[in-house]
């Protein structure tokens, strides 16, 4: 009799250790970001303050979600900061989804269901711009079974299907293109004439920073538009044709966005963010800091430059 108590109890516990894995999100202490959310300068310049945080809108009216989904870290605290003091630290677990209003686009009730914690700068995004990032993955990063994870992209105001994003599968980082589908309906990054290159490997990806610059001028014009990715100085990518839709406009957003996690109760990811810039020329963003010369960036080439028939 002892013995069925003892087995019981040991189920009980082990009920209740599930439990706090997968329902850890239900019960985090929760944020309201209605005002959005002002980053310091030490990690991001040239954007708007605040930005906006994926939320969910309750009836009252505050955008809210949990706490450990975006936190202001500092060096002297041992987090990765790549320059400066301090960077950001996003979390994301399962489960985490979000419907901004009533009425809106619903990540939870999505197909597939999606999951995601992200930064958005509202700011439209046109003409002649340089953007740099950098991010850091912890080496212990999960690789779970989702559809995709993306952990950046550059999005539209008219929601069309995102032109450039980072997407991690695997444990590789690719750089997926849609250039094929602006103005058009029914499109996708799988599509002949779309990109989906690998630009870092597990060597270079996980438990260091990867520096991302890039370079485009955001128009609907197909002789003048263009793109081009540097990835540690690198330049791995270059696009000639339209980047953005007829009067559009392109959006910034940083974060990790997936498809629902599945069969796996490792599911948190952590990414870290730093020297987040925007500018209209290569010398106003400063990328000396980064150990990078704008003459070196600026005089490579690649054999290959992607363009669409």
Not at 106 to 112: E, W
Request: glycine content about 8%; hydrophobic content about 30%; aromatic content about 10%.
């Amino acid at each position: 009799m002892v013995g069925g108590k003892i087995i019981g109890m040991k189920k009980l516990l082990g009920l209740v250790v599930i439990c706090l894995l997968i329902c850890s999100s239900s019960f985090a202490k929760e944020i309201n970001v209605k005002k959005g959310v002002k980053l310091p300068k030490d990690i991001t310049s040239g954007y708007e303050n605040p930005w906006e945080l994926s939320c969910t809108w309750t009836q009252d009216g505050q955008c809210l979600t949990p706490e450990y989904t975006l936190q202001i870290v500092n060096k002297k605290d041992n987090y990765p900061v790549r320059l400066g003091k301090q960077s950001i630290r996003m979390e994301l677990r399962k489960g985490d989804c979000h419907q901004k209003r009533k009425g809106s686009y619903n990540d939870c009730k999505a197909t597939p269901p999606a999951e995601r914690h992200e930064l958005t700068n509202k700011n439209d995004i046109k003409g002649k711009k340089w953007h740099t990032y950098s991010i850091f993955l912890p080496e212990d990063t999960p690789i779970i079974d989702s559809e995709w994870i993306t952990m950046g992209q550059f999005h539209t105001i008219n929601g069309n299907a995102p032109p450039v994003n980072l997407d991690l599968e695997d444990q590789h980082l690719l750089l997926v293109t849609r250039f094929f589908c602006i103005d058009k309906k029914g499109c996708n990054s799988r599509h002949a004439q779309n990109r989906r290159i690998k630009i870092l490997d597990s060597e270079n990806l996980f438990g260091k920073w990867n520096d991302f610059i890039f370079n485009a001028n955001w128009t609907n014009n197909k002789k003048k538009g263009y793109f081009k990715l540097w990835v540690n100085g690198n330049l791995v990518y270059h696009y000639k044709g339209k980047t953005i839709g007829s009067n559009d406009a392109a959006i910034h957003q940083l974060g990790i966005y997936r498809g629902e996690a599945k069969n796996s109760n490792e599911a948190n990811h952590i990414v870290f963010y730093d020297q987040m810039k925007i500018a209209k020329s290569c010398k106003k963003i400063d990328l000396k800091k980064l150990g990078y010369s704008c003459k070196d960036l600026e005089g490579q080439k690649l054999k290959k430059i992607h363009t669409i028939k």
